[in-house]
């Protein structure tokens, strides 16, 4: 990396697993063991996994040494040697402060005593990521697909009396019977009032005719995650309330995918939903940022918010997803991720956002 000679760093090491993906095409989780990427300024760089992934490992990589370890012995002695062997005694190190926990960084510490761990590489790996490559964009559209799958699939499952907890099991079983084997997050299907939590959890609340069901899922396809919410309306007629806070989310979420463009900046794209909701009265119950960025992983850099005056770029990916929250009463959000271009914002979801969706889709 070139810029490790200007700043003097020795060593970047990098313990993030989306990150070592991004950087090697390696994708591992490594969940207890370590798995490590190290780079330096005149050497070959470092590909450290647990001995029962080298194979696999070494397959997948090139131009990279990659080494292993197994259970019985301990990583850090063998990352000592593998750096020694270098000829990196006294080092500064870039890491990434955002992902290395407190104990990972104690037993570099330990057997780096003279290494000098201040410069973080956290920043320039969220940039990094900002603008995507043609191919991971295919890949997002890939997910964004299976996304719109599994509302379909929700969709169908839904009747009086069933459970939030039971949609979610009928969802990722179909899922996993199609090749799907992992959603980018918990699903989370909540029904009637429960929808007023923006984030709640489904449980065994049953469904009831004339009440909104929100849909907030993804999935991982090769690496890459997609994110979708709707809102769709169970029953025959909704409430004048119900209506209103819809088609006002609605609004938001419209305009906001309509008026993105490249060098807006990121508060200014959350003004344009929020102002439609604040100015009908609601702006309280938008309680949130309008949108987050994502790619290997659901929630990645920037936050589209308030406050953030970052330009928006080509290829930036991020989420559109106005919310009204009105505690123990409705909650209703529209969210679809996508991308920007010179020629706007191309949503990777597809699933209908009108009041009338589910019932046309069941007709369908």
């Given at each position: 990396?070139?810029?490790?000679?200007?700043?003097?760093?020795?060593?970047?090491?990098?313990?993030?697993?989306?990150?070592?993906?991004?950087?090697?095409?390696?994708?591992?989780?490594?969940?207890?063991?370590?798995?490590?990427?190290?780079?330096?300024?005149?050497?070959?760089?470092?590909?450290?996994?647990?001995?029962?992934?080298?194979?696999?490992?070494?397959?997948?990589?090139?131009?990279?040494?990659?080494?292993?370890?197994?259970?019985?012995?301990?990583?850090?002695?063998?990352?000592?040697?593998?750096?020694?062997?270098?000829?990196?005694?006294?080092?500064?190190?870039?890491?990434?402060?955002?992902?290395?926990?407190?104990?990972?960084?104690?037993?570099?510490?330990?057997?780096?005593?003279?290494?000098?761990?201040?410069?973080?590489?956290?920043?320039?790996?969220?940039?990094?990521?900002?603008?995507?490559?043609?191919?991971?964009?295919?890949?997002?559209?890939?997910?964004?697909?299976?996304?719109?799958?599994?509302i379909k699939i929700g969709a169908l499952a839904l009747h009086a009396g069933v459970s939030e907890l039971e949609i979610v099991a009928e969802i990722e079983y179909q899922l996993k019977k199609r090749g799907i084997s992992q959603m980018s997050f918990d699903t989370m299907v909540l029904f009637g009032d429960n929808a007023a939590n923006p984030h709640g959890t489904p449980g065994e609340r049953k469904l009831?005719?004339?009440?909104?069901?929100?849909?907030?899922?993804?999935?991982?396809?090769?690496?890459?995650?997609?994110?979708?919410?709707?809102?769709?309306?169970?029953?025959?007629?909704?409430?004048?309330?119900?209506?209103?806070?819809?088609?006002?989310?609605?609004?938001?979420?419209?305009?906001?995918?309509?008026?993105?463009?490249?060098?807006?900046?990121?508060?200014?794209?959350?003004?344009i939903a929020r102002n439609i909701i604040a100015d009908q009265g609601y702006g309280t119950y938008f309680n949130h940022r309008l949108g987050h960025g994502l790619g290997q992983s659901v929630h990645e850099f920037p936050s589209i918010m308030e406050g953030n005056e970052m330009p928006l770029v080509k290829n930036m990916c991020f989420s559109i997803e106005p919310g009204i929250y009105i505690p123990n009463e409705v909650g209703v959000r529209i969210e679809d991720c996508g991308y920007l271009d010179e020629h706007g914002f191309h949503s990777f979801t597809f699933f209908p956002t009108h009041l009338t969706a589910y019932t046309d889709f069941m007709k369908s």
């Amino acid at each position: 990396m070139s810029d490790m000679k200007k700043n003097n760093i020795d060593v970047a090491f990098f313990s993030d697993p989306s990150t070592i993906h991004l950087m090697t095409g390696y994708l591992s989780e490594p969940h207890e063991r370590i798995l490590a990427f190290m780079i330096f300024k005149d050497a070959t760089p470092i590909l450290f996994t647990p001995a029962l992934e080298i194979e696999d490992a070494k397959a997948t990589v090139s131009n990279i040494q990659v080494e292993s370890y197994l259970d019985t012995q301990n990583p850090w002695e063998i990352i000592q040697t593998l750096i020694i062997s270098k000829g990196i005694l006294h080092s500064n190190w870039a890491i990434e402060k955002q992902h290395l926990t407190v104990q990972k960084l104690e037993a570099l510490q330990e057997f780096f005593p003279r290494g000098c761990f201040t410069f973080d590489y956290s920043p320039f790996m969220a940039n990094l990521r900002i603008s995507k490559s043609a191919d991971e964009i295919e890949k997002m559209k890939k997910a964004g697909y299976w996304a719109d799958e599994a509302i379909k699939i929700g969709a169908l499952a839904l009747h009086a009396g069933v459970s939030e907890l039971e949609i979610v099991a009928e969802i990722e079983y179909q899922l996993k019977k199609r090749g799907i084997s992992q959603m980018s997050f918990d699903t989370m299907v909540l029904f009637g009032d429960n929808a007023a939590n923006p984030h709640g959890t489904p449980g065994e609340r049953k469904l009831k005719t004339n009440e909104f069901v929100l849909f907030d899922l993804g999935v991982v396809y090769e690496g890459y995650t997609s994110d979708v919410t709707r809102t769709l309306f169970f029953g025959d007629a909704p409430s004048e309330q119900q209506e209103k806070v819809y088609n006002l989310v609605l609004d938001a979420h419209d305009a906001a995918m309509a008026k993105a463009t490249l060098d807006m900046s990121a508060s200014n794209l959350d003004g344009i939903a929020r102002n439609i909701i604040a100015d009908q009265g609601y702006g309280t119950y938008f309680n949130h940022r309008l949108g987050h960025g994502l790619g290997q992983s659901v929630h990645e850099f920037p936050s589209i918010m308030e406050g953030n005056e970052m330009p928006l770029v080509k290829n930036m990916c991020f989420s559109i997803e106005p919310g009204i929250y009105i505690p123990n009463e409705v909650g209703v959000r529209i969210e679809d991720c996508g991308y920007l271009d010179e020629h706007g914002f191309h949503s990777f979801t597809f699933f209908p956002t009108h009041l009338t969706a589910y019932t046309d889709f069941m007709k369908s």
